[in-house]
């Protein structure tokens, strides 16, 4: 791999990307699409999507001209001059003890970045009215602003109703002079996490288009299985060697860990999450881990939200959320913003599908992205409290062997760990539900409900060279737990469950859990 291009891991400047000779995944052509037109647009994403290296892309395009594009798809296209550029992240004040401190850290970045460009603030504490005055002495059409992370001041402060209306009253003057002003704007362009309303962004400047969902630039960000296989042709090589496994299944695992994002409103292009497709390939000895959880998968706004509200009840974990399009399209306080649709903003749920009377479909994108919400279900089931089994072994490792007695004892553990008036195990699916989060917690990836042509089994997991088939049943008290042993036994022979090609050996194990006991209080492996 010493001859191969760069990955671009880590990189979000675009003209170091290009001067290194690094991978690219040539986006232009939409680029070119969005930056014809003068206009103010805002686009969301989760984080890890590439928001800031397309924020660098066009400060290089609108600065610089075509120096940094050559042999790429806008070269042919773009005849534009070049502009004043002002770029401002504001992901970089987000650290604030109070209203003052967030001010001065506001103001500072606001006159860093138009001083590049010849603002001068003489006092500093009015920089918004005297960047007012600067702005209507500008040129019609001369100016580029570009903003990163708009909201990431303010998703820092949900928690603090108090803060939060003074961030969003300071960061409110700057939108409203940005609309007095635009006369003077030839293009802008706003990126984020989060579109609430409380935000403030979507009232003062409240002509922005919004391509958050527009199926025209579904693929802006991510990467889509043609490119993939496009621009990293060698790194699919090399991967194939190192895990001995040809294209196909190479991209099947690919598929199943890091694609399935899905923007649009029609729900037509599907991207895999580049941060992860990158790490994947930086690394591939190390298989398809989760790149998710360990960055992307704490975004400010929603564990801001988790200290107010709860997610829903981990014995929904599996099951298809359904909310309305207009509240993935339109703006929403915070109080008022669907636990769902937030999800989704975050990147931990994805459109699956759209009705015709516009509901949306949304589910987990992959197993990724599945595993880092059963993590966070995981912690809420448990309200911080570890459990160590007497011989301290990871899950994994118990279920690596076949000692079912050793597997029982460890759920029994974990199950007895959970705040019982909270969580109550009422019937075989919450029981069920449970155990495939706490397992998806612990990164294993079980599957529940697996259908055959003889029927479905519960719960199957793979650990080691073992596949696990459990089949569950639930009984109020102890004196029906060995009938529903019985019955489960025998449900797993006539259904015939796990018989499908996994190269692994095949456990099939029927338990019982009952309410009386509030554990699993018999079990068996059913003999083929």
Known sequence: MSNQQVLPLGLSGFPLLRKINAVYVDKTSLICKLARTPGKFLLTRPRRFGKSLLIS??????????????????????????????????????????????????????????????????????VVAELCCWLADQPSGSLVILVDEYDAPLTACLDDKEMFQSVRSTMSEFYSVLKSNDNCLRFLFITGITKLSSTSIFSELNNLTDITMDPAYGALLGYTENEIKKYFSDYLVHACRVLNQSESQLLLALKENYNGFCFDRKAQTRVYCPWSVLNFFNSPEQGFINYWYASGGHPTVLMQYLKGHELEEPASYSKIKNVWLRDLETPRDYEGVDRDVLLAQAGYLTIQDISPNQVVSLAYPNQEVAMSMAQLYADKLLNG?????????????????????????RFNLVLNALDYHRYPIKDEATC????????????????????TAMGRSDLEVEAGELHWVFEFKYVEFTQNVQKALEEALEQIRSRRCGMTAHGKKLICAALVF???????????????
């Open 385 to 409: 409290k570890t459990f160590r089994s007497p011989d301290n072994a990871a899950l994994t490792d118990i279920l690596s062997s076949t000692d079912l007695d050793a597997v029982v004892s």
């Open 514 to 528: 009952c309410a009386q006991t509030r554990s699993f209080a018999a079990w068996q492996i059913a003999q083929s």
């Open 432 to 451: 069920r539900a449970y155990l495939q989060v706490l397992m998806m917690g612990a990164d294993m990836v079980p599957h529940v409900e697996n259908h």
């Open 57 to 126: 892309t066009f400060e290089s395009l609108f600065k610089f001209g075509l120096e940094d594009f050559h042999e790429l798809a806008i070269e042919k296209h773009w005849s534009d001059k070049t502009y004043a550029v002002v770029r401002l992240d504001f992901s970089c004040i987000k650290q604030f003890s109070d209203a003052r401190s967030f001010s001065q850290k506001f103001f500072r970045t606001l006159t860093a970045g138009f001083g590049k460009i010849g603002f001068e603030a003489s006092d500093p504490d009015n």
